[in-house]
């Protein structure tokens, strides 16, 4: 089943899997997120806890900080350098006028 989205994106759907194009790539998603903020970076730093991990992306000039599980580290094999999506949902962003 072809699926086209507002925005023009196409992906592909076999049961509950869905293949989609991100950052040109075609990758195999085992599910599809409503957020539709994204930001490409790259992973700067990780501090690793005893079940939570501390990873900081650079995006452009800035950094955004994010507290996942160790295992997600883990099963992404994440590690500093690697390029990442950061993805906000609207209900959690908070805003500062400069």
């Given at each position: 089943m072809l699926l086209t989205f507002l925005d023009g994106r196409q992906s592909t759907k076999?049961?509950?899997?869905v293949w989609t194009h991100v950052t040109g790539?075609?990758?195999l998603c085992p599910m599809?997120?409503?957020a539709r903020n994204r930001l490409e970076g790259k992973v700067t730093e990780i501090?690793?806890?005893?079940?939570?991990?501390?990873v900081v992306v650079q995006v452009g000039n800035n950094l955004v900080e994010?507290?996942?599980?160790?295992?997600s580290v883990d099963e992404m094999k994440l590690?500093?350098?690697?390029k990442v999506t950061a993805v906000t949902k609207?209900?959690?962003v908070m805003l500062e006028k400069s």
């Open positions: 076999k049961g509950n899997l790539k075609r990758i599809t997120l409503s501090q690793l806890g005893g079940v939570m991990a501390h994010s507290v996942i599980t160790k295992r590690k500093v350098g690697d609207s209900t959690e």
